[in-house]
T-cell receptor
């Protein structure tokens, strides 16, 4: 089956620094990837849709200047959390679509101190 | 607009007894529907999907779900629970065909011996 990887799996950073999270589709090409955020014991909330070769589409309430998304190739999308603050601490999950099915990465747990 | 409602936030069963996780959906058209499972500190895994073929869908690990248009339901069942089934389960519908997913709030399944 299709596999999606994320790196890193866990990151701790200081407030004010930036963190980049990578999402890769390992055995298929994905023109569209999605970034979700999951708070503890909560459901997943869509942050943005990442389209290869074009600008990402952000959901209402998501700051595009804070959460920078780059989909540089058909197998890689990156999410950069800029000037991170403690309230950005969360579990970030990406997915890549193959046909009608979305395959999810294992997630990245971000802790901002 | 598409939406899903998971009727139970927490379900507890004994090992070997049946599992029922309830999900109702709202859609302006006949949707695709999915069930995903998330084990602690693990990524999301697709359990099964309905895409307007057979209304009874069989998934992995003995789970199945039945699409009932008259009841707008897509409940997940398993005849006999196993300890390894303890996890968070999400009922999911796409915003539109082939796009990002809308997650239900999740149902935590606990299995006791």
């Amino acid at each position: 089956g299709a596999v999606v990887s994320q790196h890193p799996s866990r990151v701790i950073c200081k407030s004010g620094t930036s963190v980049k999270i990578e999402c890769r589709s390992l055995d298929f090409q994905a023109t569209t990837m999605f970034w979700y955020r999951q708070f503890p014991k909560k459901s997943l909330m869509l942050m943005a849709t990442s389209n290869e070769g074009s600008k990402a589409t952000y959901e209402q309430g998501v700051e595009k200047d804070k959460f920078l998304i780059n989909h540089a190739s058909l197998t890689l999308s990156t999410l950069t959390v800029t000037s991170a603050h403690p309230e950005d601490s969360s579990f970030y999950i990406c997915s890549a679509r193959e046909g009608r099915t979305q395959y999810f990465g294992p997630g990245t747990r971000l802790l901002v101190l | 607009a598409q939406s899903v409602t998971q009727l139970d936030s927490h379900v507890s069963v004994s090992e070997g007894t049946p599992v029922l996780l309830r999900c109702n959906y709202s859609s302006s058209y006949s949707p695709s529907l999915f069930w995903y499972v998330q084990h602690p500190n693990k990524g999301l895994q697709l359990l099964l999907k309905y895409t307007s073929a057979a209304t009874l869908v069989k998934g992995i690990n003995g789970f199945e779900a039945e699409f009932k248009k008259s009841e707008t339901s897509f409940h997940l069942t398993k005849p006999s629970a196993h300890m390894s089934d303890a996890a968070e389960y999400f009922c999911v519908v796409p915003y539109q065909a082939g796009t990002a997913l809308i997650f239900g709030k999740g149902t935590t399944l606990s299995v006791s011996s």
